[in-house]
């Protein structure tokens, strides 16, 4: 899977590919790799998103 994310490394909107995900009590955690320089995002539900941090 594949999803446009903004990257703060390349400081723009970038593809990122899923790297892994886990089904927790809080949500599904995803982790995203960017394409272009392997940055890292986590996501966990629909409540955080490190991402907007």
Not at 30 to 53: N, Q, Y
């Amino acid at each position: 899977m594949e999803r446009e994310i903004y990257c703060p490394t390349c400081e723009e909107e970038q593809t990122f590919w899923l790297a892994a995900s886990t089904e927790l009590h809080l949500g599904t955690k995803t982790k995203w790799r960017c394409s272009e320089c392997e940055h890292g995002v986590v996501r966990i539900g629909e409540d955080v998103d490190t991402a907007a941090a």
